[in-house]
C-alpha cells in the first residue's frame, strides 16, 4: 500500500447491505491471532520510525456505501489489524465545540484504547505503554495502536470510521503518509439504505434520518472528498 488515496465505487447492482453482514472471516477472531508472546514491547521512537515500520489505513465515505464490506476484505490479511469503529477524530474535531471539550479530554481517548487493547486480550500490555505515550489526542492513538500492531507482528493497521472523512486534515498532521480510502457507491442505492437503516434501528443511529437530510449528507460528504 502506498501514500495515496483512493476511491471505491459500488456499482448498483451488488447487494452491499447483504453482502457486508458476511465481511468478516473467522480467522480475524482477536482471540486467534497473537502471535508475537515476548515480553519485550517494541514501541516505535518517533514518527519518522514509525512511518517506516508501519502502513496506517484510514476507510471512509457515507454510511451504507460499502467501508464495511472493504474492511472486512483488509481484515482477512495475515499482516493486518483491525478494529471496531471508534468515532474517535470526529467527534475530537468536528461539531459543536463543547462536544469538542468533552471528547478531547485524555481520559476519553484511553477508554477507547483500552477497549481496543481489550478486545486483542491485550489489557497487561496497555498498562505497561500508557505512561509512555504521547499527551497529543491524535499521536496518543495512532502511537498507542501501532505499538499493538507490532506487538502482534502486523505490518498494517486499518481503521473504519466513515465520518473521519471530515478529519483527514487533523489526522495527516500525525500520519502525514497514511492512506485514506474513500468508499462510494450509487448515490440512490446508499441514500435509500442510510434512511432506511437509521428508521429500523434508530438507537444504533442517534436518531431517524430522512431521504431529505440523507440527500443532504450524501452532498456533503461528496463535497468533502
Known amino acids: 500500500m502506498g501514500n495515496v488515496n483512493y476511491h471505491i465505487e459500488q456499482q448498483s447492482d451488488i447487494d452491499m447491505d447483504g453482502m457486508a453482514k458476511d465481511a468478516y472471516p473467522a480467522s480475524t477472531d482477536p482471540g486467534k491471532v497473537a502471535k508475537n508472546t515476548s515480553s519485550v514491547i517494541r514501541y516505535p ?3 519518522t520510525q514509525m512511518d517506516q515500520c508501519m502502513e496506517r489505513v484510514f476507510i471512509v465515505g457515507f454510511p451504507r456505501s460499502g467501508t464495511t464490506l472493504v474492511h472486512g476484505i483488509l481484515a482477512a490479511s495475515d499482516v493486518v489489524l483491525t478494529f471496531p469503529e471508534t468515532h474517535y477524530f470526529a467527534r475530537r474535531f468536528t461539531g459543536p465545540i463543547w462536544k ?4 478531547g479530554r485524555r481520559r476519553q481517548l484511553d477508554n477507547i484504547i483500552a477497549i481496543i487493547f481489550a478486545l486483542r486480550k491485550r ?3 496497555w498498562k505497561k505503554i500508557n505512561p509512555q505515550l504521547p499527551d497529543s489526542s491524535v499521536d496518543r492513538f495512532v502511537f498507542a495502536i501501532t505499538a499493538l500492531a507490532l506487538e502482534e507482528e502486523k505490518s498494517v493497521w486499518v481503521e473504519k470510521t466513515p465520518r473521519h472523512l471530515y478529519a ?18 450509487e448515490p440512490v442505492g446508499a441514500v435509500k439504505s442510510y434512511s432506511r437503516a437509521t428508521s429500523e434501528n434508530p438507537k444504533d443511529w442517534s436518531g431517524k434520518v430522512d431521504i431529505p437530510r440523507s440527500v443532504k449528507r450524501w452532498n456533503s460528504d461528496l463535497a468533502q472528498s
Do not use: N, Y
Not at 469538542?100 to 471528547?103: E, I, N, P, S
Not at 489526522?171 to 503518509?177: D, F, M, V
Open 123 to 125: 489489557e497487561t500490555m
Open 100 to 103: 469538542r471539550m468533552l471528547v
Open 45 to 47: 521512537g518517533s514518527r
Open 168 to 185: 483527514i486534515d487533523k489526522i495527516q498532521e500525525t500520519s502525514p503518509t497514511a492512506t485514506f480510502i474513500h468508499v462510494l457507491r
